[in-house]
């Protein structure tokens, strides 16, 4: 399994940091530790940049933001260290942070260095070294949405949280907020989004409870534990983190969530982890999730429908800055396509009201 871990690479081109500026900050924050610096890229994500630190043999996580990147709500370094330094506590998936940087003459923006998580983090395709028998998929599934419930059921209040974000009116604003997102990055002309933009607005529901929110729960968010596939021992990328209506984390994991009787285009953007034989459908996802909290899950096809549009105009704003040559990354070339499928994916779920 050690193969499988989640291991750093050679920076991208255009992603270097400035080592000359950074080694003397760390320096300064870790004065115990000794030998020569070694930085590296973890290679996936599209948003925040993670880079492997290490001097000599204390390694670090650092988190930045993308370069080019003008969308400063989404890349707010300061914002997302101030959660995990209260989370890591009551939420021990959550991962704990060492230092925050707020001067940009040292990497040209904020930053935030953090404790290692050390598991497997299963991606777009299911390793072939990994094979789940069907309880054991089962199991994994049960263990990804029981974590999202925990993280739903903690005190965000007793944990210092409350100024995370305002409850009342979330899902307006996260709707109105998204579809102006859209029209900010377009380049494309997609047909389905007004029509999309407007099934939104006519059909919210009244929110039922608030809670903290993750905002992008997946499985590449989740570290699992290597001695046991179906424990996750870290959740990653908290960069959208605030207090809302806990479907909307549901819904975005439906988003993500492929079913065997999925068009090829959904199957073909997205991963196939939870095609695996013993894995929930999305109806059998929300009827667990349904079962351990007693929500109502009546309008589920409404958070299904508004993720898979906040999740196309996410990918669409990543298009956006390579299109503009803002970011080089070349898997970023091919995203119209995928934008292209969760819009068709939104509109099918707005005209079915089927998950």
Known sequence: MSDLLDHPVQIRQGEELDL?????????????????LIVRQFPSGHSNLTYSVKIGEREFVL????????????????????????????????????????????????FYVMQPIHGIILRKNLPREINFAPEKAR????????NLIRLHQVDYAAASLSDLGKPEGYLARQVRGWIERYHNSKTHNYSEVERISAWLQQNM???QS??????????????????????????????MATLGDPLTD????????????????????????????????????????AN????????????????RFKLAVIVQQIFYRYQQGLTHDPRFAALPARVSALLHAAQSTTQTSQI
């Open 250 to 289: 549901l819904g975005t994991t439906l988003a993500y969530w492929v079913d065997p009787t999925d068009p090829s285009e959904i199957k073909e953007n997205l991963s196939d982890i939870t095609t695996q034989p013993g894995s929930f459908t999305r109806s059998e996802l929300v009827q667990h999730y």
């Open 63 to 110: 988190r930045r933001p993308p370069f080019g990147s003008k969308v400063k709500s989404a890349h707010d370094m300061s914002r997302e260290f101030r959660v995990l330094a209260k989370l890591h506590a009551v939420y021990p998936p959550a991962p704990e942070v060492l230092a925050f940087c707020e001067d940009e003459s040292v990497l040209g923006a904020p």
């Open 205 to 207: 529901p009244a929110t």
């Open 139 to 146: 199991q994994l599934n049960e263990s990804l949405i029981d």
């Open 210 to 239: 608030a809670s903290l929110l993750h905002n992008d729960y997946k499985f590449d968010n989740v570290v699992l534990d290597p001695s046991d596939l179906t424990k996750i021992i870290g959740v990653l990328d908290w960069e």
């Open 292 to 307: 351990k909290t007693n929500c109502n899950t009546t309008h589920i096809p409404f958070y299904l429908a508004f993720a």
């Open 20 to 36: 000359a500026r950074l080694e003397p900050y760390l320096r300064a924050q870790f004065p115990n530790e000794t030998g020569g």
